[in-house]
């Protein structure tokens, strides 16, 4: 949602400069959208707001809800008879400088649209006094949410909470700012809840919440197709996509194969409807001295995109049948939700612009803030408008963006504007909300189905949260092996698997399917049943020819946990025949704790020369970082980093929590040389900045803006640089000499007269 524009190469951000965000060297913020072009940004009304829009033809955009009934809305979940249960960060950015934002004074509300008419007309607050809430999950005796510090479960009955909060997963929101925290709490078809900015997945089984690793994904925002695969962005990518279901090629957690299965879907252009001088680095512009334009030199428009937030594949009814599938992804910064047409490309996902050079929907109001959107109940979709003067956070507000928020007056009001629009097509039906809770559990299996995924999502859900009785597990069993149904097949199996009842027999009939992504969730699901189930499916999946990549990543996966001889055999063949990265980390992820019984029932037929890195990397691999054995003042300092890295200094957020690096972002710090190379050249990197692209064991990394220079940031001190390269160079599998505070001290004044002009790769060498 709400996105600083600048992505740093090293992801240090820029806390609290002489104005925050202002970096070293760019001096020259004069404005270049000529004045008598900025339009005046007053407070609109619901109804005056509706007419600064410009919607696709054939699409219908109305108010849900309004204030007073809703306040700075970021995100929402249903319960099953189709109420909104609205997170409200009412405490973001009161003023120019933030002032009170850690007061808690969010809430999460219920809304309901009593009559079905397409507008909300109850409104209830659940919980109050909460500290920026930024995400919540629905279940039937509580809601799981996210505040600014921690994840909470909180009893409900009904509408009423019972009793306090609870903590539930420490350390689950992270440290640093609010545009580095943990959001999401979006159930996937595995019945796991995924969240961005974060690297863990959660779930309540048996009554206890539990944890688990996940890849590190996206800024704000998350959201699912039909088959179960994850969506997310940037703040300057619109969407991406991982191709195979989550955690198919991570099972293996004791080596980072470093095998990334996420696209970059399309392009990231923008076409705003007005000019957009309120952008933080707006002033970036040839005739201001620099390299590039941030802004079109003609129509003073915002060229890419800044501050991507909340997304959705579209999985409705209400719209034409061509929309299936495609994503939605909103622009808080100029006003816009992109739409964006996504296919498979082999074993990737490309895009395209619905649109070409235009936009779904755009509007001429500043203070209009898509920060989410949302399949919707019937079929339609639902915008989450933060309606904020304000969307970049203090810490990276520039003194140009200060200027341009406070020349329009859009640091005020503080509070009392938010809005919920429903946007349907005018030609489509809209479906009726059924109380899922009060069907009856064969009318919920119907419900799997059914064409609108909201209706399949929540069957789903309910029956998962019910007891399971026999005559519902042989309704589910039947419709897994029904394939005229090819998504009730799918949500059949991952229901009964949510329901603890998932065994070999549906999955053996589902694998049947002639539908390619029947057969991949039902060799996904297999991977989940227990020994004595997964032992059933051997001859099946010995047996099984996969159709192509795809198919045969997932069967590689499923025949790991088999664990004889002749599903290894299988296994390397697969491995031979693909000369595929992804089916080698298949393999590798479904053998974890096994890789030597793997080696020695293959002998020399394992050849695959990843594979056999992998697994000698796992048999040498320490139980802690490189950095835990150092000893005295040396690890104090390696703590100190890494508490930077996590923290304040945000390093994590373009090159992940574990240092492999992000998609067009950041490159992997985990064996770079640059990390563990001359201490030298990571100290200029971290004094002065670095452009790129930049060339990482042999591999180019192109990066989306520079790292800004930290030599005049008073906040990062020579001791807290030390400290993040003392961490860096000694985390995960990399082990170099730890640096001081002296050494960057004497390097500082060095290379004082590189101040403002940020390295390159030729430069450094």
């Known amino acids: 949602m709400i996105s600083r524009t600048l992505l740093t190469f090293l992801a240090i951000a820029p806390a609290l400069w002489a104005q925050n965000g202002n970096r070293e060297g760019h001096d020259n913020m004069e404005p270049v959208v000529p004045k008598e072009l900025i339009p005046p940004a007053p407070v609109l009304s619901p109804e005056a707001a509706l007419e600064s829009f410009q919607l696709a033809e054939g699409f219908v955009i109305e108010p849900f809800a309004t204030e007073p009934m809703i306040d700075k809305p970021v995100a929402l979940d249903y319960d099953p008879a189709g109420r909104l249960w609205v997170v409200e960060m009412r405490g973001y950015m009161p003023d120019i400088d933030g002032t009170g934002e850690?007061?808690?004074?969010?809430?999460?509300?219920?809304?309901?649209?009593?009559?079905?008419?397409?507008?909300?007309?109850?409104?209830?607050?659940?919980?109050?006094?909460?500290?920026?809430?930024?995400?919540?999950?629905?279940?039937?005796?509580?809601?799981?949410?996210?505040?600014?510090?921690?994840?909470?479960?909180?009893?409900?009955?009904?509408?009423?909470?019972?009793?306090?909060?609870?903590?539930?997963?420490?350390?689950?929101?992270?440290?640093?700012?609010?545009?580095?925290?943990a959001n999401g709490l979006v159930r996937g078809m595995d019945n796991w809840l995924y969240n961005t900015k974060s690297s863990q997945r959660i779930r309540r089984i048996d009554g206890k919440w539990v944890a688990e690793n996940t890849a590190f994904r996206g800024q704000w925002g998350v959201t699912f197709d039909d088959y179960g695969r994850i969506f997310y962005d940037h703040n300057s990518q619109f969407l991406l996509g991982d191709f195979f279901a989550p955690n198919l090629l991570s099972g293996n957690g004791s080596v980072n194969t470093k095998i990334s299965d996420a696209s970059s879907i399309g392009s990231n252009a923008v076409y705003p409807i007005r000019v957009t001088?309120?952008?933080?680095?707006?002033?970036?512009?040839?005739?201001?001295?620099?390299?590039?334009?941030?802004?079109?030199?003609?129509?003073?428009?915002?060229?890419?995109?800044?501050?991507?937030?909340?997304?959705?594949?579209?999985?409705?009814?209400?719209?034409?049948?061509?929309w299936k599938g495609r994503g939605l992804t909103t622009e808080s910064s100029v006003n816009l939700v992109k739409a964006m047409n996504i296919t498979e490309k082999g074993t990737k996902f490309v895009g395209e612009h619905t649109y070409k050079n235009k936009e779904w929907l755009a509007s001429t109001d500043e203070r209009f803030r898509p920060v989410n959107i949302y399949n919707a109940p019937d079929g339609s979709v639902y915008l989450l408008d933060f309606y904020h003067g304000i969307i970049q956070h203090k810490t990276y507000v520039t003194s140009y963006l200060r200027k341009q928020y406070l020349d329009r007056g859009l640091d005020k009001p503080a509070l009392g504007n938010g809005r919920i629009y429903r946007i349907r097509h005018e030609k489509g039906n809209l479906e009726s909300v059924?109380?899922?809770?009060?069907?009856?559990?064969?009318?919920?299996?119907?419900?799997?189905?059914?064409?609108?995924?909201?209706?399949?999502?929540?069957?789903?859900?309910?029956?998962?949260?019910?007891?399971?009785?026999?005559?519902?597990?042989?309704?589910?069993?039947?419709?897994?092996?029904?394939?005229?149904q090819p998504l009730g097949q799918i949500h059949a199996l991952w229901t009964l698997e949510g329901m603890g009842r998932l065994t070999a027999g549906p999955i053996e009939a589902a694998l049947a399917s002639k539908d390619s992504k029947v057969i991949c969730s039902a060799l996904w699901a297999s991977t989940t049943l227990d020994e004595s189930e997964r032992s059933k499916l051997a001859s099946k999946l010995l047996d099984l020819s996969p159709l192509n990549v795809e198919q045969t990543v997932y069967l590689t996966r499923a025949l790991g946990p088999l664990a004889t001889k002749e599903a290894y055999e299988r296994i390397n063949e697969l491995v031979n025949q693909s000369k595929s990265d992804f089916v080698s980390a298949a393999a590798f992820s479904g053998i974890p704790k096994r890789e030597a019984d793997f080696t020695a029932a293959l002998g020399d037929k394992l050849t695959d020369q990843k594979l056999i890195d992998w697994i000698k990397q796992s048999s040498m691999k320490k139980a802690t970082d490189h950095g835990e054995a150092l000893k005295g003042k040396k690890l104090a300092s390696f703590k100190r980093g890494k508490a930077l890295f996590q923290g304040e200094a945000a390093c994590f957020a373009c090159h992940g929590p574990d240092g492999s690096g992000l998609i067009n972002l950041g490159p992997p710090l985990d064996e770079s040389e640059w990390v563990?190379?001359?201490?030298?050249?990571?100290?200029?990197?971290?004094?002065h900045g670095i452009t790129g692209p930049i060339t990482v064991n042999g591999i180019k990394y192109e990066t989306t803006a520079e790292m800004p220079a930290l030599s005049s940031n008073p906040t990062f001190t020579d001791a807290k640089i030390a400290d993040i390269m003392t961490y860096v160079r000694n985390a995960w599998s990399n082990e170099a000499p730890p640096v001081t505070s002296d050494f960057v001290k004497r390097l500082r004044k060095k290379t004082a007269d590189q101040s403002g002009r940020p390295y390159t790769e030729q430069t450094l060498k």
Not at 111 to 118: H, K, S, V
Not at 280 to 298: A, E, F, M, V
Not at 676 to 687: F, H, Q, V, Y
Request: with cysteine.
């Open 277 to 322: 001088p309120g952008v933080n680095r707006g002033y970036i512009q040839k005739s201001n001295g620099y390299d590039s334009d941030s802004l079109d030199p003609k129509t003073f428009k915002l060229k890419t995109c800044t501050a991507a937030a909340g997304m959705v594949i579209y999985r409705g009814t209400n719209y034409p049948e061509e």
């Open 434 to 484: 059924p109380d899922m809770d009060m069907l009856s559990s064969p009318e919920l299996v119907n419900f799997l189905s059914h064409a609108n995924g909201w209706h399949r999502d929540m069957a789903q859900r309910v029956l998962g949260s019910r007891e399971a009785d026999d005559q519902t597990i042989e309704l589910l069993e039947k419709l897994a092996s029904n394939s005229s």
């Open 102 to 181: 850690d007061k808690p004074i969010g809430r999460i509300t219920v809304l309901e649209d009593t009559d079905q008419d397409g507008k909300a007309d109850k409104s209830t607050i659940f919980l109050e006094e909460l500290l920026l809430p930024r995400a919540i999950a629905v279940y039937p005796d509580g809601i799981l949410f996210a505040d600014e510090k921690e994840l909470r479960f909180i009893k409900r009955d009904g509408l009423k909470p019972i009793g306090t909060a609870e903590i539930v997963v420490k350390n689950f929101v992270g440290k640093g700012n609010v545009e580095h925290k």
């Open 676 to 687: 563990t190379g001359s201490p030298d050249i990571l100290g200029k990197i971290l004094l």
